[in-house]
């Protein structure tokens, strides 16, 4: 197993692509604590997924506040015992236009899409160090590689996550700490409808998916279980050498 021992956290894990990181990192023989915000779905989660055992934790944070992104590391930390591995996946669409942008609105996505991966891995380096080494994950997007015309703020965030993630390989290389990031394209997530559809009809949604996804070589949308297993592989020792990327997982949408 691919992550035996490991003590792992991944926040937004109740639903998407966060709910197919627990799973998949329980079954690579991981301890996970699961971050969110839903803590009906974080009960659901456990019961889902290990009822009766310990492997899976849960901390239910709000990491949109100041102090919601250390703390969950430090109550996760103390939940685990440790953390080798942390994959940073909370996130929002955010407002769709520029003109007329509502100042509440353009906080919060900055809270969520990068105030809170900052902070988070801020806090979660020392409890790697005390390991002998670690592996943050951020999640980014195809639109931190490639201007989106649908989602700026959102765009101009996840660019933000892959320069975060080229400082800190290099800051945190002498504690034996990898930084990547995964960029996925449009997946399909309940998240899906936070991006096509806003201020849309639903046909004018549809349509929107069917453009992006007419521009994907491989013509589909991403799973979550697919920007799953990319994070599995970069959380384990089989990446050792590989820090500082921005791996696209989009059907070869930003090879062109």
């Known amino acids: 197993m691919r992550l035996e021992n490991k003590l792992a956290v991944i926040t937004a894990a109740a639903s998407g692509m966060g709910r197919a990181g627990v799973e998949l990192f329980l079954k690579e023989g991981a301890r996970v604590c699961a971050v969110d915000i839903d803590q009906g779905a974080l009960d659901r989660l456990k019961v889902d997924l290990d009822p009766q055992g310990d492997r ?3 901390v239910r944070a709000d990491l949109s506040t100041i102090d919601g992104p250390r703390q969950s590391i430090h109550d996760a930390a103390e939940k685990l015992g440790g953390i080798d591995i942390l994959w ?3 996130g929002i669409p ?3 236009g520029i003109e007329g942008l509502d100042a509440g609105e353009y906080e919060l996505a900055l809270n969520l899409n990068i105030r809170s991966a900052s902070f988070g891995a801020g806090e979660v380096v020392k409890y790697m160090r005390q390991r002998g080494g670690g592996s943050i994950v951020f999640t980014a997007s195809v639109s931190g590689m490639v201007g989106s015309a649908w989602s700026p703020v959102y765009s101009s965030c ?3 996550v892959v ?5 800190l390989c290099q800051t945190f290389a002498p504690d034996k700490v990898r930084v990547n990031v995964v960029c996925p394209g449009l997946a399909e997530t309940p998240m ?7 201020g849309v009809s639903a046909e004018e949604a549809k349509a929107a998916e069917d453009k ?6 491989l013509g589909r949308l991403v799973q979550p279980l697919e920007v799953a297993q990319a994070v599995l592989w970069l959380a384990s020792d089989e990446s050792a050498f590989v820090t500082g990327v921005d791996l696209p997982v989009d ?3 930003t090879a062109k």
């Open 158 to 160: 996840k660019f933000a």
């Open 94 to 96: 955010g407002p769709g």
């Open 88 to 90: 940073a996946h909370a």
């Open 163 to 167: 320069g975060l993630t080229k400082s």
């Open 56 to 58: 899976l934790v849960t």
């Open 192 to 198: 899906k409808a936070g991006f096509t559809g806003r």
């Open 251 to 253: 059907g070869g949408f």
């Open 212 to 217: 992006y996804t007419s521009a994907v070589p």
